[in-house]
């Protein structure tokens, strides 16, 4: 019989049961918690939709149709939705409906389909940018490689300039800074070939690399293996354990890599997040449906903003 629940660390609340709120997406992937809204915003990408699901009656809506297939999204510093387009292939603000182009191109040449994204306490936004949405025809809309690689760019609000910081990952995805932000994870899902065949060649593995200067990624390592599956989303807590989606659940490594966590998910994982009003309910969604579980712990970010 195999395993459903680990919890080494006193991770999870005591009695703490995955809840599923439904969706009916297709894939859903990208989450966020929006305090003031109470809710989990949250990408439907094939079904080229935006759904929200409020904690007030436990309900899913649409929030968006023709959302030009949003990926990942995160909160910026004043609370604004910040949030990757595969279809308009660049990085845009959600301000209560309000969308905004964030930056667009590097050096004149579109990105591919920004996947994920996480913001660093100095406000830079830090995303990463496969081929998925320009190569998956229920992704986005097929294009070509323009600056011909698939790499992870910081990008500064302030100067409205951005620059690749990691080049080496064949196919960035999931991204988390560490809770001192000294370390910078990155998923590579080349396991997934864009054309959604198996890559036996591809990775699926968590890379950690050294922040220095708070914008230099250095020392590039492998952090962790996942299996079964790819690390596609994933979280850092405040503790700095690293929470990673997986075929077959939420996998949950120390920062030294060993496995101190796990909850099964009825289908395989996109993404998660953390929210709830003290910041430790986690968000799982799971192919169709957004999940739940209470949780004892929470986001780095969250921590450093709001400690
Ligand atoms: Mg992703």
Redesign the pocket.
């Known amino acids: 019989m195999t395993t459903d629940f680990i919890d080494g660390e006193d991770l999870f609340e005591e009695h703490a049961k995955l809840r599923d709120h439904g969706g009916e997406a297709i894939w859903a992937?990208?989450p966020v918690w929006i305090p003031e809204l109470r809710a989990v915003r949250f990408s439907d990408i094939p079904n080229n939709r935006i759904l929200q699901w409020t904690e007030v009656g436990d309900r899913i809506s649409v929030y968006t149709n023709d959302a030009e297939f949003t990926?990942?999204r995160t909160l910026g510093l004043s609370g604004e939705v910040i949030q990757c387009s595969h279809g308009r292939r660049r990085m845009e603000v959600d301000r209560d409906g309000d969308v905004m182009p964030l930056v667009e191109t590097w050096r004149g040449r579109r990105f591919n389909s920004p996947?994920?994204v996480v913001v660093k306490s100095d406000g830079t936004v830090w995303f990463?940018d496969p081929s998925y949405g320009i190569k998956r025809e229920t992704e986005g809309h097929p294009g070509d490689l323009e600056y011909g690689d698939h790499w992870v760019f910081r990008f500064h609000p302030g100067t409205g300039e951005g620059d690749p910081v990691i080049m080496d990952v064949e196919q960035p995805?999931?991204i988390a800074f560490s809770p001192d932000e000294s370390l910078l994870y990155v998923s590579d899902?080349s396991f997934e070939l864009p054309d959604e065949k198996p890559n036996p060649l591809g990775a699926h593995w968590i890379h950690v690399y050294d922040v220095q200067d708070g914008r230099l990624c250095k020392n590039g390592r492998i952090f962790k293996e996942i299996e079964p599956g790819i690390s596609?989303?994933l979280r850092v807590d405040e503790r700095g354990n690293v929470w990673t989606s997986a075929l077959d659940g939420v996998h949950i490594y120390s920062p030294r890599g060993r496995r101190i966590g796990f909850v099964r998910t009825p289908a395989k994982v996109?993404?998660l997040c953390f929210g709830g009003d003290d910041g430790r309910t986690l968000f799982i969604v799971a192919t169709t449906s957004l999940h739940s579980i209470r949780t004892t712990v929470r986001d780095a970010a969250q921590v450093i903003r709001t400690p």
Do not use: I, Q, V
């Open positions: 992937e990208g990926n990942g996947n994920d990463t995805n999931g899902t596609d989303g996109g993404n």
